[in-house]
């Protein structure tokens, strides 16, 4: 059968392309739209390496086009054996090398994090760690208890810790600030969640589980990984060691931005190494898989005891009931009635996935070397798409009709409607950027709602959610879900669905801080401060040309002045962050490598001055109504912009732009 229609026809089926092979589709499906039902290509097609060849060949090509991908690499496992691995595209754009499966060494980003896990549960197995344990009890340093609670490695596993996320220093700028036990001691997170109650990604979790590897084995990690799991398992094509040995370093792939720039990036340092440093060739990758299908044997190597595999790959918690949750290290991604583990992991220009079907033996990883076009749906949503694909096309499962709406449906929806933030956030330097990456809960009128601009297809349009029971919703021509979780009192608290990997929740915001209320707010009060200075830039100069004075008493004219200048600073300070967010948007290396601490700082400054400036700016509003010596007009204008500039100073102080944190 041709390739290409094989590929084209499940690609559109995922992505809803609107592309179908003639030869293969019926005629009453010459279209497809949203996120359209994928239908097998076969009547019955059998996971084998020609028919993987077909699929693959047909479908990841025109993806890598059409994403601005320099290259990729895909590799699937079944009973044991690798079924088939295969290269895409180019490793090296300027030299035109191929990427080869075997070959080309790709950075899997978090996939790592299973290592780290597999260590920790080989220690586990030995005795010599407890995952229910204080990690204080292996540390050289300590994590502050939480009320009096512990964290523990379970919770570390399960990414429960209660940690708010850091980012600086995870990429450093060379191999000589990468040092793990200097990362951690030195960006200590604060707490922002009890720990064991609410699932927040952290890499910090994971580099602080890899360095008590390093302690209890007396090993340095990257030599406790190479000795216990990457040896034994033959994946002599892959190491932790950063920047890689020269046995190695001639084989990695080079990595872009985009396909179409053709800049190859430099090689990117992780730290903490635990968390994302991996480099692996596809078919290494596909040992660790078939170790972790046939709990934890591999050929004659053991790395882990088939009990403890079990135990690994069991729920400990999921963010509501029937939805997915982690098990040790891996989250769950049940789909078409399978049982499924896996990890994501995403450098800045590594984009990979790595998945188990524990019950059907099967494997599948793919890692792309380009952060691609974002206008395109970005890797994510290719990712997802070729798994999708793969999995309609082998394990086909139907989706069943949605339900009439409960009666409650439009109540419902407009109960549930709101923004809302990721529990994976910074508070401590970032609560200006959490504002800004809030999301919209919209209730439409028909009871749907949709989830801006998170929960989108490949085509960027929001997908559509239906209520099938009580604060549950499924999508629209899918089968994802979306369920929200009312806390205590009755109000909701948070959602969770699983068209995302389950490594945060999405946690309601009040009206008052939400971005549909606090921009608009925040923008008409700095349009009333810039109006207020160009009025009094202008009036100086009309004075000045015509040769008027403004006579006002000498108190009132010195605090007038104050309060102008105290307008100039709120509008600086305020246009220097969102300047800063905007950098930081387009140079990430201001926060993963710390470029934005002393803008931060000098921001921080200057929002002091702009607090005082808000004072400056009340006192001479209430002095033109002490001393009523000017219009009428004028005292409702200084009244007007003394309450544009007190929301801003609420808005200053609520958002930490005088916290003088730079631990972000």
Known sequence: ????????????????????????????????????????????????????ASFFDGLVPYALRRNDIAGGVIAVVKDGQLVFAKGYGYADLASRVQ????????????????FTWTAVMQLVEAGKLDLDRDVNAYLDFAIPAWQGKPVTLRELMTHTPGFEDVSRGLMPASPGEVNLEAYLKKQLPSRIFPPGTTVAYSNYGCGLAGYIVQRVSGQPYAKFVQEHIL????????????PLPPTLAPWMSKAYLRASDGKPQSFE????APAGALSATATDMAKFM?????????????????????????????????MPGFDLGFYQEDRNGLRIIGHAGDTVVFHSDLHLLLDKGVGVFMSF?????????????????????????YFPAPISELPAPPPSAKADAATVAGWYQSSRRNESAMKLFNLLSQFHVTAGADGTLTVSPLLVDSAGESLHWQ??????????????????????????????????????????????????????????????????????????????????????PPALARTRRWSRLGALMLVVD????????????????????????????????????????????????????????????VRLGETVLALAAIYLGWFILVFGLVSFNTRF
């Open 231 to 242: 040896a034994p398992l033959g994946m002599s094509r892959s190491t932790f060691d950063q």
């Open 369 to 393: 070397n380009s952060a691609g076009n974002p206008a395109a749906g970005g890797t994510l949503t290719l990712r997802r798409s070729i798994f999708h694909a793969f999995l309609d096309r």
């Open 467 to 552: 209520e099938v029971a009580p604060r549950h919703y499924r999508a629209v021509n899918g089968r994802d879900r979306l369920v929200f979780i009312a806390g205590e009192n009755g109000d909701v608290g948070y959602w969770t669905t699983d068209y995302l990997a389950p490594v945060m929740l999405f946690q309601r915001v009040p009206s008052t801080r939400g971005k549909g209320t606090v921009l608009p707010l925040a923008g008409l009060a700095l349009l009333v401060a810039l109006a207020t200075l160009a009025s009094w830039g202008l009036g100086r100069w009309m004075r000045g040309h015509y040769g008027a004075a403004l006579n006002l």
């Open 99 to 114: 990427v080869s499966a075997d070959r080309t060494l790709f950075r899997p980003g978090s996939t790592s994090k299973l």
């Open 574 to 633: 305020l246009f220097g962050w969102f300047a800063l967010v905007g950098a930081v948007g387009t140079h990430l290396s201001l926060l993963l490598q710390g470029g934005a601490a002393p803008w931060m700082t000098l921001l921080y400054a200057l929002g002091v001055v702009a607090l005082l400036g808000v004072l400056a700016i009340v006192v001479h509003a209430l002095n033109n109504w002490r001393l009523a010596m000017r219009s009428l007009r």
């Open 290 to 322: 078939i170790a972790q299908l046939q709990d934890g044997r591999y050929g004659d190597a053991e790395i882990l005891k088939p009990a403890t595999a079990q135990l690994m790959h069991s729920r400990q918690n999921a963010p509501a009931p029937g």
């Open 1 to 52: 059968m041709n390739r290409a229609l094989i590929g084209l026809a499940a690609l559109a089926a995922s992505l809803g392309l609107g592309v179908v092979a003639a030869q293969q589709a019926p005629a009453n499906a010459a279209t497809l739209s949203g996120p359209a039902v994928a239908q097998p290509v076969d009547s019955s097609p059998t996971l084998t390496a020609p028919d993987l």
């Open 269 to 272: 340092l992780i730290d903490p």
